[in-house]
């Protein structure tokens, strides 16, 4: 079901790509990525300790720079050799990871859900050069809770979860207050990590979401825009989530 790299199409990618699309996590030289190399280190240690391998992205609220986040985690966790790492676009209303890679497809996860044969493999996409299996969606009006609620998304999950345990999935998920798909998307996935806005997103917002789907399965905060580096205190959720937060530089909108 999930493609290999032998499977998938490869598409163009450079460092000037990467540059204009703001993509900095394939490159451990760029300073820009080191916010997402400290998260990556901190989603092995948590599939190390608990087997969390399959990973939600959310905000609570559209345009904090979510899929910015989504992109440059599975961009920096890539890099790791101990995993294939997958990034998934399940926001399958307002999808934009297609277009932060500028892959040219009409297929994806949408397609693949409302075909009445489905086809054995999904449509997997990579960078030239790069390690990383992209699975786009592809955006539009849609049923998107009876998708996720349906058969076939429960097989999905189902693949993702007895896929081989080198398999590293980042699921980029709708904001969680547009509707109930990130919640439905979450029944399946190991955990979950929020991503905020410095001057956006509020401390109630962040403390709903995780209210509505779990403290024991938040792997932390992304704090975006933040300009003092890493955040030291937490958004008025206890304590203990406090070192869990990260700061993200210069990110475009979702």
């Known amino acids: 079901m999930f493609p290999t790299r032998a499977q998938t ?3 163009r990618w450079s460092s000037g790509h990467a540059r204009r699309q703001l993509v900095h996590g394939f490159d451990s030289r760029n300073a820009s990525s080191r916010s997402f ?17 399959m990973l939600g992205v959310v905000s609570a609220t559209p ?8 992109a440059n985690v599975a961009a920096a966790m890539s890099r790791d050799p ?13 999808g934009t990871i ?31 050069g790069q ?18 609620a349906s058969e076939r998304a429960t097989a999905l999950f189902t693949a993702m979860r007895n ?12 904001p969680v207050f547009a509707n109930d798909d990130a919640a439905i998307i979450m029944e399946a996935l190991d955990g979950y990590m929020i ?8 401390q109630r917002e962040v403390a709903a979401t995780v209210e509505m789907l779990g403290h024991d399965r938040l792997a932390g905060v992304v704090l975006n825009k933040y300009r003092g580096g890493l955040v030291s205190e937490g958004y008025g959720i206890e304590d203990r989530y406090a070192s869990e937060y990260y700061a993200s530089r210069d990110a475009d909108e979702d």
């Open 131 to 148: 390690e990383l299996i992209i699975i786009p969606s592809v955006p539009g009006p849609v049923h998107s809770a009876e998708l996720l």
């Open 98 to 128: 297609k277009d932060i890679f500028g892959i040219d497809t009409h297929d994806g996860v949408v397609n693949y859900l409302q075909q009445a044969e489905p086809r054995g493999v999904l449509a997997g996409f990579m960078p030239q």
């Open 63 to 70: 345009n904090v720079g979510k899929s910015f986040v989504s």
């Open 82 to 94: 101990r995993f294939q790492t997958y990034l998934m676009d399940l926001d399958l209303r307002r």
């Open 163 to 174: 896929s081989d345990e080198r398999n590293y999935f980042i699921c980029d998920l709708p």
């Open 37 to 53: 190399n400290l998260i990556r280190s901190k989603l092995v240690s948590l599939q190390r300790d608990r087997g969390w391998r």
């Open 195 to 202: 991503v905020a806005q410095d001057g956006k997103t509020t």
């Open 9 to 11: 199409d490869e598409f």
